[in-house]
């Protein structure tokens, strides 16, 4: 982060508007932070659930490939647009499974839940 600033974009802490959302739509792949999200209840700000509505631009192949874990970046933002996950991420279970799910994916045995 902190490329040269060539746009002449506003800089934000001395990070573009990109850079910024680009962290923050990364950090969208750890569950204890969705888990936080739900605990302060951001997840119920209509105003934040626009904003995770806004972020689905890094679906888009030309924002996607700057995502350093783009498949659970992407796959949290997508549940995220759902009211049920919103409200499902703040059981411990959920983050539990949605842990185990990144652990045995990272590792290329499956989806949890599955068989084989």
């Known amino acids: 982060m902190g490329s040269?600033?060539?746009n002449r974009e506003p800089l934000y802490g001395g990070?573009?508007?990109f850079e910024?959302?680009?962290e923050f739509v990364q950090s969208l792949s750890n569950p204890h932070y969705l888990n936080h999200l739900a605990s302060?209840?951001?997840l119920q700000n209509p105003q934040f659930?626009?904003?995770l509505s806004y972020l689905q631009y890094f679906t888009q192949p030309e924002y996607t490939k700057y995502l350093t874990?783009?498949?659970p970046t992407l796959k949290a933002l997508e549940l995220l647009q759902q009211e049920r996950f919103r409200a499902d991420v703040l059981s411990p279970e959920t983050v539990g499974r949605l842990v185990e799910a990144g652990v045995m994916a990272s590792l290329g045995v499956g989806?949890?839940?599955g068989s084989g």
């Open 4 to 6: 040269v600033n060539t």
């Open 15 to 17: 990070y573009t508007r």
């Open 20 to 22: 910024l959302e680009l």
């Open 40 to 42: 302060t209840k951001l």
């Open 49 to 51: 659930i626009a904003y």
């Open 69 to 71: 874990y783009p498949g």
């Open 111 to 113: 989806s949890v839940g």
